[in-house]
Nanobody, 128 residues
C-alpha cells in the first residue's frame, strides 16, 4: 500500500513562489521514483512536471526547467516541488505520483502511464 498526500497549493501572483509537499507512506516494498504532474483546466491529460528516482537527480519538463526544483527529505518521507517565477499558465491541479520502478534515466520519465500510485492533488492558481 502506498499513500501520497499533497499540500502547499494556493493562489499567488505571477512571479511569485510556492512549495508543494507530498508525504508518502508505503509498506512491504521499496519505491523507485517520485514525480509531480499537473492537470490544467480543460485538459484531459496530466502533464509531467518533474520526476526523480529515490537516488539521483531530477528530470524536468521543458516548460519548468530553471524555475521548478524537485527534492525530497528521506527522514520525513516527503517530496517537494519548489516553484519559482510562477506564470499564469502554471495554474493547474498538481499531483504527486510514485512507482516501484526507477523511471528517470529510462526513457520518458514524465509519462503519467508509468506511475502506479497517485495523490489527490493540490490546486495552484497563478494570477497575472
Amino acid at each position: 500500500q502506498v499513500q501520497l498526500v499533497e499540500s502547499g497549493g494556493g493562489s499567488v501572483q505571477a512571479g511569485g513562489s510556492l512549495r508543494l509537499s507530498c508525504r508518502y507512506t508505503y509498506a512491504g516494498f521499496s519505491l523507485g521514483s517520485l514525480a509531480w504532474f499537473r492537470q490544467a483546466p480543460g485538459k484531459e491529460e496530466r502533464e509531467g512536471v518533474a520526476a526523480m528516482n529515490m537516488v539521483g537527480t531530477g528530470a524536468y519538463a521543458d516548460s519548468v526547467k530553471g524555475r521548478f526544483t524537485i527534492s525530497k527529505d528521506n527522514a520525513k518521507n516527503t517530496v517537494f516541488l519548489q516553484m519559482n517565477s510562477l506564470k499564469p499558465e502554471d495554474t493547474a491541479m498538481y499531483y504527486c505520483a510514485a512507482d516501484r520502478a526507477a523511471r528517470v534515466g529510462y526513457g520518458s520519465s514524465l509519462s503519467p502511464r508509468l506511475y502506479t500510485y497517485w495523490g489527490q492533488g493540490t490546486q495552484v492558481t497563478v494570477s497575472s
